[in-house]
């Protein structure tokens, strides 16, 4: 059972990895190209060599960024369906696609909302290299904060349901949830390496860019290996999938 939905997860994440190439590559590459040519213009402006290009640009945004995207959308699809086996029929009445998209929602908040409101993407020319070690450190310390915060919301929620009613419970839960998020990120220290005269514009639009190639990720997700679990389990809700 396992193996078989793990399977259509695969399959879910490749159909959602085509989906964000096409969308990094007509709305995010010419970005990259913006902020690449301000970086060579501010290099040239201070006396410094050019770098040599070890890969062109055209292989960048064409072949290794398909084999990138792709890549890592099958093995988050891969993850996802493990996720959904074990959650399915052991914590909600939901049907597999309710499941699925409960998910996708909540690993959308968790993984992409949550890391970004704190330390968002930035495209190239943007980030001092000495301190990306500890850039990137902070990045996955707010992201594992993040899905531990969640858990622990859900847990709690879970608990009080039965004292307070569900909506309730899911309110209060709701609320630690946002207040310690608020906290840690308040807490953590801010980085902000924007080199000065940088586009605005560029900058606002590579970090939307960014957030929608996770949301069509994610979307689909949820949409697609749900219908395709649907399927296989049918629409009610039955007994759990052996976790096996």
């Known amino acids: ?13 490749a159909i959602a990895g085509i989906l964000v190439f096409a969308f990094a590559r007509f709305f995010g590459e010419p970005l990259v190209d913006a902020a ?4 060579e213009a501010a290099a040239r402006a201070a006396g410094e060599a050019a770098e040599p290009e070890i890969v062109s640009r ?20 891969g993850l996802f369906a493990l996720v959904f086996a074990f959650v399915h029929g052991r914590f909600s ?3 597999a696609r309710g499941t699925s998209a409960v998910i996708a929602a909540a690993a959308f908040v968790a993984f992409v ?15 001092n290299s000495d301190t990306i070690g500890a850039r990137t450190e902070l990045f996955f310390l707010m992201i594992v904060v993040s899905i531990a915060s969640l858990i622990a919301a859900i847990a709690i929620a879970r608990r009080l349901a039965a004292s307070y009613g569900v909506w309730n419970a899911a309110i209060i839960a709701g609320v630690l949830f946002v ?8 807490l953590l220290p801010s980085i902000n390496e924007v080199p000065e005269n940088f586009p605005a514009m560029v900058l606002w639009r590579f970090r939307a860019t960014t957030l929608g190639m996770h ?6 997700l949820g949409l697609a290996f749900g219908a395709m679990a649907e399927k296989r389990l049918g629409a009610k809700s039955g007994p759990r999938p052996a976790f096996r």
């Open 93 to 95: 009445n939901l049907s």
């Open 215 to 220: 949301m069509i990720l994610w979307l689909v």
């Open 58 to 77: 055209a292989t960048q945004a064409g072949p290794g960024l398909f084999i990138g995207v792709m890549a890592y959308s099958v093995a988050i699809g």
């Open 36 to 39: 690449i040519t301000f970086e």
């Open 179 to 186: 207040g310690f998020i608020g906290l840690v990120e308040y």
């Open 1 to 13: 059972m396992v193996g078989n939905l793990l399977l259509r997860g695969m399959i879910a994440g």
């Open 113 to 127: 909302i949550i890391p970004a409101i704190k330390y968002p993407a930035n495209p190239p020319a943007v980030g």
